[in-house]
């Protein structure tokens, strides 16, 4: 999905690319195929994780302040971030400071507040978005949006049915299933939907709903 999506963003080669909260570095990986990724990372845990894929520098400290100097990048990610912080706009502001002029910023955010359920308390959440309120604080923070799209569509039934059953039940949500990794002939079945997405997305599709939004500004 986030291939599909840089595609056609005309970076230059090789860019200079920012992962801003980089988890344990994976998607790193992908986006060192495009030029010098650097990534910046608050977990401790993480950034040792992130480290050790070598594929390029990861800072330990907060999207909010950042070291780097203004425009220091053509393209900054920020996969499944900022739904984490409560400051969301000052975030997307620091990241419209060290993006040059004319440079892209990608964003997934978990989609729509009717969802929210023990799976956002377990990941520290503080809102969900949908095109609207996504596209509303990026502009607030000077960006301009190029397109968005919806994507996990095709689990989206699944999942209402699922937070409909957590808000019936009493019991804590600390062992459901977002902490289980299913078999491997299950989880292939479950990324195919997600491989049809990307190509749609690819070819400049949108896709109406799904759990998740994606968006690109510049």
């Given amino acids: 999905m986030l291939a599909r999506a840089l595609a056609g963003l005309g970076l230059p080669k090789p860019a200079r690319i920012l992962d801003a909260g980089c988890g344990s570095g994976r998607n790193m990986v992908e986006l060192a195929r495009l030029g010098t990724v650097t990534g910046v990372e608050l977990s401790e845990t993480s950034v040792c994780l992130a480290r050790a894929r070598d594929v390029g520098e990861v800072i330990e400290g907060s999207v909010l302040e950042m070291p780097f ?33 004319g440079g892209a910023l990608l964003v997934t955010v978990p989609a729509y507040g009717w969802l929210w359920s023990g799976h956002d308390e377990i990941n520290h959440h503080y809102r969900r978005y949908t095109r609207r309120t996504l596209q509303r604080v990026a502009q607030q923070a000077g960006w301009e949006q190029v397109r968005t799209t919806y994507f996990n569509s095709l689990l989206l039934p699944v999942a209402i049915v699922l937070r409909a059953l957590d808000r019936l039940s009493t019991k804590t949500t600390e062992s459901s299933l977002d902490l289980w990794v299913p078999p491997e002939p299950l989880n292939w079945v479950l990324e195919r939907p997600l491989a049809l997405e990307a190509a749609l997305i690819g070819r400049g599709g949108r896709i109406p709903a799904g759990l998740s939004l994606l968006a690109v500004f510049r």
Wanted: hydrophobic share 45%.
């Fill in 69 to 101: 100097e203004p425009d220091s990048f053509d393209l900054a990610v920020s996969l499944d971030v900022i739904e984490h912080l409560d400051q969301d706009l000052d975030a997307l502001r620091e990241l419209r400071r060290v993006v040059a002029p």
